[in-house]
């Protein structure tokens, strides 16, 4: 079973507002992903870490988007104006040398 | 670049009965990691089922798969299906370090 931990796991947010989730990663697990989920159950990488360094991220995350990992801190992803198109269901993932494992999601749904 | 194929939107079946799950891929990694993931309603994906090793059969909680690299391919299959295991089955390729490649998804939807 996962021991990934994401909080909140309801936001609900106005269009413009910022929106922030955290994610805990499954200890000892260096690597640390964030998707988007949408309603039709499609999945969108957004950014992932090792330790506190970006590996990876896509070019929407480098707009509205922030994320980070600090060391000896939760995780987080963080939506600065938030659009109705974001609605979605954020999964946070980590990984020690092979397989991720996902967290329970933050649902955010924006008015 | 890399993609997983997963050809049936929807599966429905009656209980008791095999199922039977397609996944292909493409990578051009020599040795990929390929995952199935179990999504229920209202809930996270789980890890159902992981492999690296060509030829390989692994299971758990009654459902099983083979890596056929010759093939591509990495087919998820149980004898006997059960209500429970209505959900969304995505097949998934990682190659470390990376995001993971999901598949569309299949709906697997079990009546009495």
């Known amino acids: 079973n996962s021991k990934v931990i994401q909080t909140p796991r309801y936001l609900v947010k106005g269009q413009g507002q910022k929106a922030k989730m955290r994610c805990i990663p499954e200890k000892g697990h260096p690597v640390v992903f964030w998707y988007q989920q949408n309603k039709n159950n499609e999945f969108k990488f957004l950014i992932n870490f090792q330790n506190q360094e970006v590996l990876q991220q896509i070019d929407m995350t480098e707009k509205r988007f922030s994320a980070e990992c600090p060391s000896n801190s939760p995780c987080s992803l963080e939506i600065q104006s938030s659009e109705a198109g974001d609605s979605a269901l954020y999964l946070c993932a980590s990984a020690g040398t092979g397989e991720q494992y996902f967290g329970p999601g933050t649902r955010l749904t924006v008015l | 670049g890399d993609s997983v194929t997963q050809t049936e939107g929807l599966v429905t079946l009656t209980e008791g009965l095999p199922v039977m799950l397609n996944c292909t891929y493409q990578?051009?990694?020599?040795?990929?990691?390929l995952f199935w993931y179990v999504q229920h309603l209202n809930e996270s994906p789980r890890l159902l089922l992981k492999?690296?090793?060509?030829?390989k059969r692994t299971e758990h909680q009654g459902f099983h798969a083979t890596l056929h690299k010759s093939s591509s391919s990495f087919h998820l299959q149980k004898s006997s299906a059960q209500l429970s295991d209505s959900a969304l089955y995505y097949c998934a390729l990682y190659q470390g370090g990376r995001a993971l490649i999901f598949g569309t998804g299949t709906t697997v939807s079990v009546s009495p």
């Open positions: 492999s690296f090793t060509d030829n």
């Open positions: 990578t051009i990694y020599s040795n990929p990691f």
